[in-house]
């Protein structure tokens, strides 16, 4: 199989690897660097669990590929607290009990920090639309928009 070597910053670390062609960053970052935080939901793009930012910008990871991510800055849920505190929107999550199962959670939460940084935090009616690549089977959306509120300092 071909591959290639990539050179790339994940959570502030660089890290160069050699990889198939083909490896997705979703896989890259669970089977290759051990970040399991970014969840695998459908592998097509269509749940949002495996979100992330890839130079600031939301991604789903299972159709990123990662030998078009040379030079890249990648952001995980792992990289999102400063040591032991938590970045405002993960403490949000836990103020407003914003998760149920847990499954898409650091997708949603990376979504959620993805849209704060673009400013798309002016109504519960926006933080939905700019947010609605992200599925919650177990419903909890009224949550992760007053999750998404209060770190936004809307609420």
Avoid: W
């Avoid at 290639?4 to 050699?18: F, I």
């Avoid at 789903?60 to 990648?74: F, H, K, M, P, Y």
């Avoid at 914003?98 to 009616?125: K, N």
Wanted: aromatic residues 4%; glycine residues 12%; neutral net charge.
């Amino acid at each position: 199989m071909p591959s290639s070597r990539v050179s790339l910053t994940v959570n502030g670390e660089r890290r160069t690897v050699t990889v198939d062609n083909r490896t997705s960053l979703l896989d890259l970052l669970r089977e290759h660097l051990g970040m399991t935080g970014s969840k695998k939901g459908c592998n097509a793009g269509a749940c949002g669990a495996c979100t992330v930012l890839v130079d600031g910008r939301r991604v789903n990871s299972c159709l990123t590929l990662t030998v078009r991510l040379e030079g890249a800055e990648v952001t995980t849920i792992e990289g999102l607290s400063k040591g032991e505190r938590l970045h405002p929107l993960q403490q949000a999550f836990i103020d407003h009990d914003a998760f149920q199962c847990g499954y898409c959670t650091s997708g949603q939460i990376m979504s959620g920090v993805g849209c704060i940084d673009e400013g798309h935090t002016g109504s519960p009616e926006e933080i939905r639309e700019f947010m609605s690549g992200n599925i919650c089977r177990c419903g909890a959306y009224v949550n992760i928009v007053r999750a998404v509120e209060q770190a936004a300092g809307r609420k």
